[in-house]
């Protein structure tokens, strides 16, 4: 199997020349879903992406691409693929602390691995060393945007974001609301999880290619008026462009 080269406008601090740089390979992309429309595959056996201050100008066969801009270098990754890269809807921030701690049932695991962890992250110096680490572990594995849950204390989210951005990767992420059914230290109230939510909103939108979701646990853990609550931030301004998540599927 060929190995693959993840290109995308994260790398934009890395790959940002003045000059036009080439990168040589096969090149795989889509530009619709494939199992839709199999036209919306593209796959370019040694193909070339041209990149300028970070950005893609154009993509096509290697001797194409050099006719038409005769690019000032090229890198070349013949042999392995260039691709997009991959896209995580759902991954939690402090599990990486934790990867592969067993447990027979959710509860249980939740109760002997999760929750002392995440009580962890309400440490600056904790929360901003896992952080790296998760978003290094997402990039070494092509991952390039992701949905993610942190942990209930705003420590945790502005550790994230503050990795991701330094990374200019594209990422949404927000306080985890919970006020049952967890360790005290994790719990919040309707009302502290407005206001922290609402803080954590104001201090990041617009910031990078950032986005904020509000993020209700999942039913055990978050309690009607909670979630009575959380509804009605609808009505409010600082709303706006804010998505959701939670475990609630």
Known sequence: MK????????????????????????????????????QSRHYIHNGLLLVKD????????STAMQEKYHPDQIIDYSG???SPGFVDTHVHLPQIEMTASYGKQLLDW?????????????????????????????????????LVFATSDPVSVDALFSKALGKNMRLISGKVLMDRN??????DTPKTAYQQS????EKWKNKGRLGYAVTPRFAPT???????????????????????DSGFA
Do not use: C
């Open 110 to 146: 939740l109760g002997d691995y999760v929750f002392p962890t995440e009580i962890k992250f309400s440490a600056p110096e904790h929360a901003t060393i896992y952080a790296g680490k998760f978003i290094d572990e997402l990039i070494n594995n092509g991952t390039t945007t992701a």
């Open 54 to 61: 970070g950005y893609i100008v154009d993509v096509g066969s």
């Open 222 to 244: 978050s309690s009607e008026a909670e979630l009575v609550r959380i509804l009605a931030w609808r009505e409010r301004s600082f709303w706006r462009n804010v998505n959701a």
């Open 198 to 201: 609402k803080m954590l909103i």
């Open 80 to 82: 392995k693929i260039i």
């Open 182 to 187: 967890a360790p005290a230290p994790l719990l």
């Open 3 to 38: 190995h693959a080269f993840f290109a995308s406008l994260l790398l934009a601090p890395f790959i940002a020349h003045a000059s036009l740089t080439g990168y040589k390979g096969d090149i795989l992309h889509f530009t619709g879903d494939p199992q839709e429309k199999i």
